[in-house]
């Protein structure tokens, strides 16, 4: 297995350190091919070249997106670029964004920034592996914070009339 994994210096966490620890943990013998470029406007561009170039099977991309409303413009438009990568080359390119205004602390934006590296690192090797992610439906997953858990289908009367 090679996986890809983008990663830019604009983030203020490595996460590409914990997102190769996982793989790693996962599929010792997998091959990883990283690439580091510098903001997230080159990312579609850096998963193109390692899926093509380096005949990854698929791409972890990670990145950081600052607190501007030009930052968060620059993100839709890469994302946009990222999509399109996927559907030209038929193989998963995982979006791992950071947003700084998610958090109030660098504390919490490390632990989200970490958890959302290692998170997704795990669900790319099971795409990857053809394994079904059905049984993750509906769950309340989440990358970066903890996991909210489904809304139970028994809540008796309660339900909104439209």
């Known amino acids: 297995m090679r996986i890809g994994i ?41 998963a193109l070249k ?23 413009i620059t993100y839709a438009v890469a994302s946009m670029g990222l999509i399109l990568v996927q559907l030209e080359t038929g193989k998963p390119v995982i979006d791992v964004t950071v947003h700084e205004d998610e958090a109030e602390s660098d504390v919490e934006l490390r632990n989200i920034a970490i958890d959302r590296a290692r998170k997704h690192a795990r669900n790319l090797v099971l795409l990857l592996q053809g394994r079904d992610l059905t049984k993750f439906a509906g769950k ?13 289908e028994d809540l008796g009367d309660k339900y909104i009339e439209w």
């Open 140 to 152: 309340g997953l989440r990358q970066g914070r903890p996991d909210v858990g489904p809304i139970l």
């Open 50 to 72: 390692l899926l093509r170039e380096k005949e990854c099977e698929g791409v972890l991309v990670l990145g950081w997106i600052g607190r501007s409303l030009t930052d968060k």
């Open 6 to 46: 983008v990663d830019t210096t604009f983030a203020r966490v490595d996460m590409a350190k914990y997102a190769i620890e996982e793989i790693q943990s996962l599929v010792p013998r997998a091959e990883i091919v990283r690439l580091t470029v510098p903001g997230f406007k080159n990312t579609p561009w850096a």
